[in-house]
């Protein structure tokens, strides 16, 4: 997961290069795609609210993923 979401997060860094070079996908509109491949309830017919929650859940996975991978050591949860 932690090289998927890297790897969405670094094409996101290309979606607002300049005014006439760079592409629409920017962290939220990856999320919006990747949201019912990632997040599922193996139905055809999801609740929008439930699409609504997944898509906040993938962004912020997209968004956060460099902290949510870090690694405590043993001595800053000693202190």
């Known amino acids: ?3 998927l979401f890297n790897f969405m997060q670094w094409v996101s860094s290309f979606s607002h290069i300049d005014e006439e070079s760079g592409s629409k996908m920017d962290v939220h509109n990856l ?3 990747m949201a019912p491949n990632i997040l599922h309830l193996g139905k055809r017919d999801v609740p929008l609210d439930d699409n609504l929650l997944a898509i906040e859940a993938v962004h912020s996975l997209i968004e956060y993923n460099e902290y949510m991978c870090e690694v405590n050591t043993l ?3 000693v202190q």
């Open 1 to 3: 997961m932690e090289v």
């Open 31 to 33: 999320a919006t795609v």
């Open 75 to 77: 001595s800053s949860l």
